[in-house]
Nanobody, 123 residues
Framework: VQLQASGGGLVPAGGSLRLSCVVSGRTFSNFHMGWFRQAPGKGREFVAA????????TYADSVKGRFTISRDNAKNTVYLQMNRLEPADTAVYFC?????????????????WGQGTLVTVSS
């Protein structure tokens, strides 16, 4: 499975970005999907996850109400819409996937990880 994330960039505080992650190599609809991030000098942090059909999205408390995860199984793509961005959201964002359970994503042990895309929020 290959995961290719894109959409990062530099945005002022209060702005918005939409990240995309295209999955190839396997049937996308068989995978639970999620996003993690890693800020400079910090560990990886769970951001959001979504189950096979797009139901039951789960979010970290730090992004709840500002970020929205969604997926388009016809396009093999998962999205992360990020609104009201804050400087604390500055990080490399990683797309992750797992065939077994969304719980593995929540625990940070997803089977597949993509290369990240950098999001920088200026104050």
């Amino acid at each position: 499975v290959q995961l290719q994330a894109s959409g990062g960039g530099l945005v002022p505080a209060g702005g918005s970005l939409r990240l995309s992650c295209v999955v190839s190599g396997r049937t996308f609809s068989n995978f639970h999907m999620g996003w993690f991030r890693q800020a400079p000098g910090k560990g990886r942090e769970f951001v959001a996850a979504v189950q096979l059909s797009g139901g039951f999205p789960t979010y970290a408390d730090s992004v709840k109400g500002r970020f929205t995860i969604s997926r388009d199984n016809a396009k093999n793509t998962v999205y992360l819409q990020m609104n009201r961005l804050e400087p604390a959201d500055t990080a490399v964002y990683f797309c992750v996937a797992d065939r077994e359970t969304v719980g593995k994503i929540l625990r940070g042990v997803a089977g597949y990880w993509g290369q990240g895309t950098l999001v920088t929020v200026s104050s």
